[in-house]
């Protein structure tokens, strides 16, 4: 493979699976395995960031990145209930729409959520699983603080300004104690997502709605076969760091990999080590 198409980004396309439309860009070499990037709750397929999909794409694999339904510029669904199991449905419609047979499958937060889902409902889609900052869905594991939760009912913002300082505020809580932060670029990714998805709290609400109905996991995660690893922050305060062990002691043969000083993001100096670990639980597989 050439340089130039380990390099390769092409523009957002639309997929259309059932009745929604995913937003989703693909990094990369199309010819190479395909690594699926699921995002958490309200966050959008630029919450992973372009130099991270890069470097994901230049350990040898084709990297997809995608608005989940009710983000973004995916398609959204006011006044309609969903599950995160329709959630993962919408992934292997993705996978169909591109079509790839089984993919490497990455997800963060609630994006871990849906790719357990994933590897739980089509097993023969997933060749490998990253679940980040997840957890299982049993009662008391992954718990959001008290603090957190102020921040995740507060008033929605109404204007791009109002949006920023907010992230700027929830990511002082949330955000990793132990790496530096860029809040220049926290302020430049925040502005694009407003433009991208102005009303995204209706969606986020929806998403939160569908978290709170799921069920544990647990018994079914025991069943997998899959090489998968669990990534958590330990400074963790959105999703507890007992929710990835339980994840990670849920599932035969995973690898728990716990990043010091950590939290509910992916920041810049994390990227060394998230990068290497899920390139290395995709090479479990016995081939990228």
């Not at 997929?15 to 959008?44: R, S």
């Not at 372009?50 to 006044?79: K, M, Y």
């Not at 544990?216 to 400074?235: C, F, K, N, Q, S």
Request: net charge positive; charged share 25%; proline share 5%.
């Amino acid at each position: 493979m050439s340089a130039a198409d380990r390099g390769r980004h092409d523009e957002p396309r639309l997929a259309t699976v059932g009745d929604v439309d995913l937003c989703y860009e693909t990094f990369g070499d199309p010819h190479e395995a395909t690594m699926l990037l699921i995002m958490g709750m309200g966050f959008q397929l630029i919450h992973w960031p372009e130099d991270f999909c890069r470097q994901l794409a230049a350990e040898g694999f084709r990297v997809v990145r995608f608005d989940n339904r009710d983000a973004g510029c995916s398609t959204h669904l006011p006044g309609r209930r969903y599950t995160l199991e329709d959630m993962a449905d919408d992934t292997v419609g993705l996978l169909d729409a591109l079509g790839v047979e089984s993919a490497h499958v990455v997800g963060a937060s609630l994006g871990g959520m849906v790719a357990q889902l994933m590897a739980i409902q089509d097993p023969g889609r997933v060749r490998s699983l990253a679940s980040i900052m997840s957890t299982t869905g049993r009662r008391g594991k992954g718990r959001t603080s008290l603090r957190v939760f102020r921040h995740l009912v507060a008033r929605p913002p109404r204007t791009e300004e109002e949006a920023i300082e907010r992230r700027v505020r929830v990511f002082s809580t949330v955000g990793s104690t132990g790496f530096t932060q860029d809040l220049d670029e926290l302020r430049r990714v925040t502005a694009l997502a407003f433009k991208r998805d102005p009303h995204a709290r209706d969606g986020r609400r929806r998403q939160h709605r569908a978290v709170r109905a799921a069920r544990d996991r647990t018994e079914a995660l025991r069943l997998l076969t899959v090489p998968t690893v669990v990534i958590h922050g330990t400074e963790d305060r959105m999703c507890h760091p007992s929710g990835g062990r339980a994840t990670a002691e849920a599932i035969p043969g995973a690898r728990l990999h716990l990043i010091t000083g950590m939290g509910h993001d992916l920041p810049r100096g994390a990227w060394p080590q998230l990068i290497r670990v899920i390139a290395e639980n995709a090479r479990r597989t016995g081939a990228p």
